[in-house]
């Protein structure tokens, strides 16, 4: 089983920045991106940004292109989230995820506990 541990979460003021990170235990086999997603309260849980392990192409929800960023350290199984210009409707609690593929090349995603990110107006 994966373990996911994120951190970096907090409270900010509108404009201001933070940095979530992802220590991700090692894969079963082999891994294929990790990615944060994030749930706002009473909204279904959205994603946010991915990274692909080998390649570390990116891609990015409309609504954080452009502020945020997400980036990896292979040596060091994390995945972090650079998040700039932030905006009180970023607030929420942000999840990472691994997609691991196993032995069978069975790909499966894994979570983390999330952090809390609270942006004020």
């Known amino acids: 089983q994966v373990q996911l541990v994120a951190s970096g979460g907090g409270l900010v003021q509108a404009g201001g920045s933070l940095r979530l990170s992802c220590a991700a235990s090692e894969p079963t086999f082999s891994r294929s991106d990790m990615a944060w997603f994030r749930q706002a309260p009473g909204k279904e849980r959205e994603f946010v940004a991915v990274?692909?392990?080998?390649?570390?192409?990116?891609d990015y929800a409309n609504s954080v292109k452009g502020r945020f960023a997400i980036s990896r350290d292979i040596t060091k199984n994390t995945v972090y989230l650079q998040m700039n210009s932030l905006k009180p409707e970023d607030t929420a609690v942000y999840y990472c995820s691994s997609r691991d593929q196993n032995r069978l090349g069975i790909l499966a995603r894994y979570w983390g506990q999330g952090t809390q990110v609270t942006v004020s107006a």
């Open positions: 990274i692909t392990w080998s390649g570390g192409n990116t």
